[in-house]
């Protein structure tokens, strides 16, 4: 699902104001807001399409996509995770420049893979963009099933997601896009996979392809695999 997708999703324009900001580790920035309109209709993995730059000549410059980590049931508060990168795009410079106080536009929620079922056996692959889908596909599931989520990092021992089943998280080092394919394969091709488990793949663009295809090897059908490309080498946001 792209940016575009999200917007066609939602015909309503809503505004966030931001109540914190924090580094998490693993180059992640988490972003706590209030939206104008509270009630929204969320399912975990749907995402945001957010006006990172308003001055942007181009619609990629101006939206990027971030996935929902999760939304409190008692306020309708909702969180961000956002990577920020060495080479930072418009959304990394959004998200490193914000402050408790800002606001910001979003259209949404929408776009996904969006999870399916609460008690499906569950794959996620990604990499560190996909922490917070991982997370809120993780905690929407029913305690005892079965679940994996493989995701690769740089540094693994900097990688901590905030989830009730972090024993399920499996890090994968990698740094370049080519590692992040390699490692994500190998692992998927290794994993146990429980009968009819559902698929969320998400991040990079060749990564994903290649991870889709080695389980449509395995035999699970295209209709429980569920992808998405957050960003593909020269191009950070999707």
């Given amino acids: 699902m792209s940016v575009l997708t999200t917007i066609r ?8 104001l931001v109540t914190s900001v924090a580094d998490v580790g693993d180059g992640l920035r988490r972003l706590a807001f209030a939206p104008h309109q509270a009630e929204l209709t969320w399912r975990p993995g749907q995402a945001l399409a957010v006006v990172v730059d308003p001055t942007g000549r181009r619609m990629k410059d101006r939206w990027r996509h971030y996935t929902i980590r999760r939304r409190d049931p008692d306020d309708g508060a909702l969180e961000l995770l956002v990577a920020l990168h060495d080479d930072p795009g418009p959304g990394a410079r959004w998200a490193a420049g914000l402050s408790p106080g800002d606001e910001f ?32 596909i993780l905690d929407a599931l029913d305690p005892a099933t079965p679940a994996v989520a493989l995701l690769a990092t740089p540094d693994p021992g900097a990688a901590d997601l905030d989830t009730s089943r972090a024993s399920d998280v499996r890090w994968v080092a990698a740094t370049s896009s080519e590692e992040i394919r390699s490692r994500l394969v190998e692992s998927v091709a290794d994993v146990i996979l429980e009968p009819d488990v559902r698929a969320y793949v998400t991040g990079e663009r060749d990564a994903m392809r290649a991870v889709r295809g080695v389980l449509r090897d395995r035999g699970v059908p ?15 946001g999707m």
Wanted: hydrophobic share 30%.
């Fill in 105 to 136: 536009t979003f259209m949404g929620p929408g776009g996904g893979p969006a999870l399916e079922g609460h008690d499906a056996p569950t794959l996620v692959v990604g990499d560190r963009t996909s922490a917070a889908s991982a997370g809120a």
């Fill in 222 to 236: 295209k209709r429980r695999i569920g992808v998405h490309a957050h960003w593909t080498p020269g191009r950070t």
């Fill in 9 to 16: 999703q939602s015909t309503v324009k809503n505004s966030g």
